[in-house]
């Protein structure tokens, strides 16, 4: 198809607080991004007269992703469209898909924000990077992280974003895991284990409950993986753990075959491990490929460029 072509990373939060739940439903977090190296590629072209919004979606373990208006892909494009003016846009989107479908690595969130770059050229939007982080924001809390991409420490819902000095170029293993985890029920069970008193969640508001990523942030500038190791930390993960017991085993497989820290990327269930190099990634990635335990594994570099035009 000739069209409009853009490539997104996949992120992962090498540091996940959640606060209280707001009235909103949604929770205050403090979170540091980075986007890496696993990238879909959206591309849009015009659709035929009365077609609404055709979406075809092309990777592994796709058949669960809407291709309706229900896409948040859909949905960004619905969105511009009416900023631009017109409000049932008839375009064909394409989504070749590398990033992992519900696997806490913001791939639903990755479609939308590069749909909306695609769109913005294919129907020459005259709106700037500000109006298309609000939309957005709109459109889902990972939204605008995807448009940004880098190291970015992320507040509010996780869409206000400060870009981050990050002096390293990290090598990933990420571990694909055979189910899917739901991003509301996860922080669900985060809420639920916290009532009960089986997770501790630090007193106080926003910032001074979520504590400081000082040290995190420090690490980044250094680009040592032996000073960022251990300061990767999800507040997500003992609900994700719970929600699914075998990723425990999965994070310490990672752990006995010598990953310097592993997590599970933000709601899971993929888990992310860091290696000191790109020779160390790509022997911790066969061996943990080796025992089987695991659906998948992939080699990611992070940090990667938000969504970007590939023509
Ligand atoms: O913003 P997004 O649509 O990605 O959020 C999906 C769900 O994840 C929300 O409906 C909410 O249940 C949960 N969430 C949250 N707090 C956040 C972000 C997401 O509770 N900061």
Do not use: Y
């Not at 959640?18 to 659709?47: C, K, M, N, W, Y």
């Amino acid at each position: 198809m000739t069209g409009v072509r853009v490539a997104v990373p996949a992120k992962i939060n090498l540091s996940l607080r959640v606060g209280p739940l707001r009235p909103d439903g949604f929770h205050d977090l403090s979170t540091i991004f980075q986007a890496v190296s696993l990238i879909d590629e959206i591309t849009v072209a015009p659709g035929d007269p009365g077609t609404g919004r055709t979406i075809v979606v092309r990777g592994e373990r796709v058949d669960g992703v809407p291709v309706d208006d229900r896409n948040l892909a859909a949905r960004a494009a619905l969105a511009l469209g009416r900023l631009a003016g017109f409000a049932d846009p008839d375009v064909r989107i394409e989504i070749d898909k590398a990033i992992p479908v519900a696997g806490g690595m913001a791939g639903g969130s990755a479609d939308a924000a590069a749909t909306l770059v695609a769109c913005r050229r294919l129907w020459n939007v005259d709106v700037d990077d500000e109006v298309l982080h609000d939309l957005a924001a709109e459109l889902g809390s990972d939204v605008p992280f995807s448009l940004l991409g880098g190291t970015a420490r992320g507040t509010g819902r996780g869409e206000q974003l400060v870009p981050i000095l990050d002096g390293g170029q990290w090598h990933w293993v990420v571990a694909l895991d055979e189910g899917e985890l739901s991003t509301p029920a996860v922080f669900a069970e985060c809420d639920r284990l916290r009532a009960s008193g089986h997770v501790e969640q630090a007193s106080g508001d926003g910032e001074s409950a979520m504590g400081s990523e000082d040290a995190l942030i420090a690490a980044l500038r250094s680009g040592s993986p032996d000073e960022l190791a251990p300061l990767l930390v999800n507040d997500l993960q003992p609900a994700a753990l719970a929600l699914r017991p075998s990723l425990a085993t999965t994070l310490a497989v990672g752990d006995e075959l010598g990953a310097l820290a592993g997590i599970v990327s933000g709601s899971g269930p993929t888990c992310v491990f860091l290696a000191a190099d790109r020779d160390h990634a790509i022997g911790l990635a066969a061996e943990l490929a080796g025992t089987g335990r695991v659906r998948g594994v992939r080699h990611a570099v992070g940090p990667v460029r938000g969504a970007h035009l590939v023509t």
